[in-house]
């Protein structure tokens, strides 16, 4: 057999992108991945997307065994194509109703739990293998580290505090700064239990994005992955 997606396969260029809430990475994922030509995968929506379902079937999300005995029914679909972004749990679309903030409010006890974790890294690493398109953008808060510590580029995504909480609240004009800013903090200090994401690994880049607009860090993303030749 000769071209077809297996050519695709072969030089695939595997990019992963962590960082906190509000840092701006799935925006600025998703925007370079239409500028690379890449697939962009989510795997936050992932978590959002089980937090929804747990709290659709009346599941207590602060119940691990109850939402690990729920993965099996957890059917979802996340678009991977950065031109056509959706996320469905079986057949109802929610690519808006996971970022809902009573989702928000209880997504990192779903992401705290080590067998729902593992379930879904696995999810995340198939979706990596199949993509067929000559690379793929993946973000999150362990990408760098446990899903893909051997990507070819790895980047972790920062901002100041300051610049996150502002970014967040633009997007949710209905809360009020001072409940945005707190949400937010009380997130990253659950989430920072699980995974540390607030520090480079090791062969990690750190691009601060608190002095760049969102081109500026596009650009940016999109200069570590295809370097402009001299
Ligand atoms: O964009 P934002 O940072 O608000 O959140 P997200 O990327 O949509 O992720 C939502 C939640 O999922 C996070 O607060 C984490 O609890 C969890 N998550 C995770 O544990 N690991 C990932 N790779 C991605 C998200």
């Not at 960082?19 to 978590?47: E, H, M, T």
């Not at 879904?120 to 993509?131: M, Q």
């Not at 920062?158 to 996150?164: H, P, Y």
């Not at 062969?203 to 601060?208: I, R, Y």
């Amino acid at each position: 057999m000769s071209g077809g997606p297996r050519q695709g396969r072969a030089a695939r260029v595997v990019v992963a992108i962590d960082g906190p809430a509000g840092s701006g990475k799935s925006s600025v994922s998703r925007a370079s991945a239409r500028i690379l030509g890449f697939d962009y995968q989510d795997s936050g929506a992932a978590y959002r997307a089980l937090a929804w379902f747990a709290l659709e079937n009346g599941i207590d999300t602060a119940d691990a065994e109850a939402v690990i005995a729920s993965l099996p029914a957890f059917d979802y679909e996340i678009g991977i194509d950065p031109d056509d972004y959706f996320v469905r749990v079986g057949a109802v679309d929610v690519t808006h109703a996971i970022r809902d903030p009573r989702i928000s409010a209880v997504v990192s006890l779903v992401a705290r739990v080590p067998v729902v974790r593992a379930h879904l890294v696995d999810l995340f690493r198939t979706v990596i293998e199949r993509s067929a398109r000559p690379g793929i953008i993946t973000e999150g808060r362990d990408i760098t580290t446990v899903v893909c510590p051997g990507a070819d580029i790895r980047i972790l995504l920062t901002a100041s505090e300051e610049a996150r909480m502002v970014r967040r609240s633009a997007e949710l004009p209905s809360e009020s700064a001072a409940a945005v800013a707190e949400k937010l903090s009380s997130r990253d200090a659950q989430d920072s239990r699980v995974v540390d994401f607030m520090n480079a690994a090791e062969g990690v880049t750190t691009l601060d994005s608190t002095d760049l607009d969102f081109d500026q860090t596009v650009q940016a993303v999109v200069a570590l992955v295809a370097p402009p030749v001299e």
